[in-house]
């Protein structure tokens, strides 16, 4: 390879890929590739596809596209058919099951609506509860006047956000919470807070979501696959051996029977794609 006037040989490129942090990006995608590599594909469906999920419809717009992803035209239509036969592959193996899953993944997927207070001195945090409880003092408030946290900002109002995403203790009073309910001031790290749930919104299984459980899906087979799939960097000799080999055993008529296929050298180098 050559890099204006740079020439880079592969070992030097392998270690770039390490050293950058691109290998497992780069196994990633070849991995990927052989998993879809059986889904059979229409190129101008997929074509059609791929333009119409970008709002590509003239042919204008498609240059453009190209001009700023520095494709060809064979580049975006094989990159369109890899997209398609993605999907397809997502869909032929978990498309009958993702109701299931996504039941499975409801209660961190539901939403939720709270206020939260928070501050550093247990004595002021039981003072506000009292004032919240007896006093009947706007949660809004306190929360803008004595909160720590940028949830001040929002007079302690927070979200919605997923059940999942906050402070797993937090996420744990939220998960056992009814609507109104005030809890007292309890310590997480450095901080004690006071917590008010005030709605839920339940996930649902629409288009979006359930793009996005299939694709956790298959980020869940892709790490398996990783960690199933070491990488052998073979020293130059060892490439050239195995090359030569290779054209050794090509039958010279029909009927002749190639030869087995000469092993990986036991001095490979292996590397863990996973931790580039």
């Given at each position: 390879m050559r890099i204006g006037n740079k020439a880079i040989d592969t070992s030097t490129m392998v270690n770039s890929l390490l050293q950058y942090r691109l290998l497992e990006t780069f196994v990633r995608e070849t991995i990927t590739d052989d998993l879809i590599s059986h889904i059979e594909c229409d190129p101008a469906v997929a074509f059609a596809a791929f333009c119409k999920r970008r709002q590509l419809l003239s042919e204008e717009q498609q240059a453009e596209?190209?001009?700023?992803?520095?494709f060809s035209p064979a580049q975006m239509k094989a990159e369109a058919v890899r997209e398609y036969r993605l999907q397809q592959f997502k869909e032929e193996t978990w498309g009958d099951r993702i109701q299931t899953y996504f039941l499975q993944r409801k209660p961190q997927l539901d939403r939720v609506i709270y206020s939260l207070l928070r501050v550093k001195e247990p004595g002021v945090a039981q003072e506000l509860y009292f004032r919240?409880?007896?006093d009947g003092v706007a949660f809004s408030e306190l929360a803008k006047q004595y909160s720590g946290g940028q949830e001040a900002q929002t007079g302690g109002l927070v979200g919605p956000v997923e059940r999942?995403?906050?402070?797993?203790?937090?996420a744990k009073m939220l998960r056992v919470s009814s609507q109104g309910q005030l809890w007292e001031p309890t310590k997480i790290g450095d901080w004690y807070i006071i917590v008010k749930f005030e709605k839920q919104i339940p996930a649902q299984l629409n288009e979006p979501m359930r793009q996005r459980l299939l694709n956790e899906q298959f980020q869940s087979l892709m790490q398996e696959r990783l960690q199933a799939s070491p990488v052998k960097l073979m020293p130059k000799s060892a490439v050239v051996t195995n090359a030569a080999s290779v054209q050794e055993s090509k039958p010279s008529s029909i009927g002749d029977k190639p030869t087995a296929e000469q092993p990986v050298p036991a001095e490979a180098v292996e590397v863990s794609a996973a931790s580039a």
């Open positions: 596209w190209r001009k700023k992803e520095h919240l409880c007896d999942s995403v906050p402070h797993p203790m937090l």
